[in-house]
């Protein structure tokens, strides 16, 4: 029986999986050497999910792996035509990461209710200026992407008493369909970006989407810095279209010191960091290790990505 | 028949009383008159309820009005012996804050486990810093102070997933004695301090109380400044016996821009606000003007305080 080979797409620190030792040949590849790799690899664990090396190297000569993992929940930094029409599953780290975002959400829409930033302002300035702050229980929400964790932010939302509404690509029991957007985001106070980018959802946030949304309104992207146009938004807030935004992902990661982002009044910037809470490694790393037994001994795949759509269909 | 007069310790914006028109004689005063109107009071109106007037003013000469309501929940800045032994019945704003303040404290909470704070600063900095975060979900909070406040903010922080313990004086089903308090908060994640100003419960969080906490734990107040040794808190924030604290009340409000507070570092200090959401200044007018019709009509009031005590007894 021969051992299969994992390669690894490194990133700093690298994932524990002792817990394979004798039942994989565990090889490590950085981005230059991905494509020469490849060919002997029979699955990949891109644990390095910020790199865009899998769509440059995978229309390549040779054979290819019959499986590769993420460690991370959007898959549109790997995905390319050839591996779209291939037999090799994709799977993602679905659910690694939907309690640390949706309290990193609620978070957010408390913090820009009680208005904490001018708080913190204040306070470096030594000055006391009592303000009124907004309620949450009553608010409406309007939560863009129906995985899980697009649901699990409208679970925690509908904790705090906010009306949340639900909007995904195929309208079901608790989610709206695609042609009750607008009307939802034109009522919501909280409009909050979770779906996967795709072909689809590329731009979707864009000025005509920001004059819809109510002048009291406030826009946070937790998904993939590409469903929004970003200097749409800088231009809403500006014109006061709505009331603020706050970013935790961007079109180009990291933002360089030059990103004009860093000082648009009314955004808060943050360095895609929503889902990692303390021990997400471990967690993305123990959770390939379960798909690896279930792979090795035959078993089905969980979290498998429909590759044409670019994430995992859900109920 | 007499209408009885109503008399309004002002604080700008004035209340609107309107409904009262034809059944009570309005009447404002500002604290330096207080004493000298006292006597032809039938109801005194705590509108200000930051002035410390009542106190001095009380134990004075003639006729005492038979009724005080303050437009606040605590009771301190208005009880004095007299008043006590009085027959006049005391009333407060109970139930006006309680939702404002719970979502506060959560915003607080969730704020510092994702690490809001630093981030807005990296954002000043146009620094992209990744860090890992908190996962509140599963973390551990003790409330202490079991009136309407409390109990909010622990259904607050029960429906974010933390494992919430309630303190009050009185064991009861769902509330923990006094003597549970050390135990509970030397395993708290989150110590609230919802308490109302006693006797009992001035300077109940000194040095040793801070000791108590693990190194990880951060302590909100959002009662009176007067449980807290504000400068024991300094030094367990200096000595890194807490990991972070939040203050909105003080034990003396404004901070000056001479408080060292402003700059204690891991401290947050807002202006006395978090039960101060949009509206609240109608709600408490029109919290009083129900009380009024009641207690005109002869009816037994609501929110009536223990004087002794120095709050409203609850379940």
Redesign the interface.
């Given at each position: 029986m021969t051992i299969p080979t994992v390669l690894v797409l490194d990133a700093e620190p690298l994932p524990r999986l002792g817990r394979l030792t004798g039942r994989a040949r565990v090889e490590h590849t950085d981005e230059a050497g991905l494509a020469e790799r490849l060919p002997s690899a029979d699955v990949l664990l891109v644990w390095d999910f910020a790199s865009r090396a899998v769509p440059s190297a995978w229309p390549g000569e040779g054979p290819r792996p019959r499986w590769v993992h993420t460690a991370s929940a959007g898959v549109d930094h790997l995905m390319c035509p050839e591996l779209a029409a291939s037999d090799t599953v994709v799977t993602n780290a679905r659910g690694v990461f939907d309690?640390?975002i949706a309290?990193?959400v609620?978070?957010?829409v408390?913090?820009m209710?009680?208005d904490?930033?001018r708080?913190?302002e204040?306070?470096r300035e030594?000055?006391?200026?009592?303000?009124?702050?907004?309620?949450?229980?009553g608010t409406r929400a309007c939560v863009v992407g129906s995985g899980p964790i697009g649901r699990t932010i409208a679970r925690?939302l509908k904790?705090?008493d906010i009306n949340t509404a639900l909007v995904g690509r195929t309208p079901r029991t608790g989610v709206h369909g695609p042609d009750d957007l607008d009307r939802l985001i034109s009522r919501a106070d909280w409009v909050i970006a979770a779906a996967p980018l795709t072909e689809q959802t590329r731009g979707m946030f864009d000025a005509r989407r920001f004059d819809v949304m109510q002048p009291s309104a406030r826009f946070i992207n937790i998904g993939r810095g590409g469903l929004v146009v970003e200097q749409d938004l800088a231009d809403a807030l500006a014109k006061r279209w709505i009331a603020g935004a706050a970013l935790d992902v961007f079109e180009h990661?990291?933002?360089?010191?030059y990103?004009p982002l860093?000082?648009v009044p009314g955004l808060?910037?943050?360095?895609?960091?929503s889902g990692?809470?303390?021990g997400?490694r471990d967690e993305l790393g123990a959770q390939f290790v379960e798909l690896y037994e279930r792979w090795a001994a035959g078993r089905p795949l969980l979290n498998v990505v429909d590759k044409q759509r670019g994430y995992v269909p859900g109920r």
């Open positions: 309690q640390p309290e990193y609620a978070a957010l408390l913090a209710a009680k904490l930033p708080t913190l204040l306070q030594r000055t006391w200026r009592h303000r009124e702050s907004q309620r949450v229980a925690t904790a705090l990661e990291p933002l360089t010191p990103s860093w000082r808060i910037v943050s360095p895609h960091m990692d809470t303390v997400w």
